[in-house]
């Protein structure tokens, strides 16, 4: 059973770097997958923030490519995000995902940005 | 980047059927775009109900089901329980990249 646990800072200050990390229990993140981060302002809709594949192709929304990158880290077993030059609205909870037969989710973590 | 389309709010009866639709800003919805659909309650995690249109992961309950449905993604909900209101989210694929709907709240009354 596939498990996923995101992980990082709760507070990051405006103009500084988000980064979080995914842990990926019961499967490897170099087996055949799609590997998803997404994130849910309070109260508002899912946004697709980006995914890499097994092999590290990586594709970001259009919106957030400038200041995004996914990579994996096999060693670890674990997926990360960076997201550069944050900005109040950047707040949000991170959801990181596999895609496979289905996609299947962490439980989120909050961020919040903030002085 | 296309806009995808849901009905920002629905309301049934228990017991009742209503069909959930997804639209894509580029045209009609294909199985190409390997729809999937999301049911998220207040305080929790988004979990899958329906992936690549229409197959059902072990947990989703029979009442849903997905298809295309003129020129849209749909989720039918047949036989509608009180549980079962909540947000849900269509998510369609363009290439490499996703878009999400803005979701649907249903209600279920």
């Known amino acids: 059973q596939v498990q996923l646990q995101e992980s990082g800072p709760g507070l990051v200050k405006p103009s500084e770097t988000l980064s979080l990390t995914c842990a990926v229990s019961g499967y490897s993140v170099n087996s055949l997958s799609f590997w998803v981060w997404i994130r849910q302002p309070p109260g508002k809709g899912l946004e697709w923030i980006g995914r890499?594949?097994?092999?590290?192709?990586?594709y970001y929304n259009p919106s957030l490519t400038s200041r995004v990158a996914i990579s994996m880290d096999t060693s670890k077993n674990q997926i990360s995000l960076r997201l550069s030059s944050v900005t109040a609205a950047d707040t949000a909870v991170y959801y990181c995902?596999?895609?496979?037969?289905?996609?299947?989710w962490g439980q989120g973590t909050l961020v919040t940005v903030s002085s | 980047q296309a806009v995808v389309t849901q009905e920002p709010s629905l309301t049934v009866s228990p017991g009742g059927t209503v069909t959930l639709t997804c639209g894509s800003s580029?045209?009609?919805?294909?199985?190409?775009?390997?729809p999937h659909w999301f049911q998220q309650k207040p305080g929790q995690a988004p979990r899958t109900l329906i992936y690549d249109t229409n197959n059902k992961h072990s947990w989703t309950p029979a009442r849903f089901s997905g298809s295309l449905l003129g020129g849209k993604a749909a989720l039918t909900l047949s036989g509608a329980q009180p549980e079962d209101e909540a947000e849900y989210y269509c998510?369609?694929?363009?290439?490499?990249?996703?878009?999400f709907g803005g979701g649907t709240k249903l209600t279920v009354l």
């Open positions: 998510l369609l694929s363009y290439g490499g990249s996703g878009v």
């Open positions: 995902a596999r895609r496979g037969a289905g996609i299947y």
């Open positions: 890499i594949s097994h092999s590290g192709v990586t």
């Open positions: 580029t045209g009609a919805v294909a199985s190409g775009h390997y």
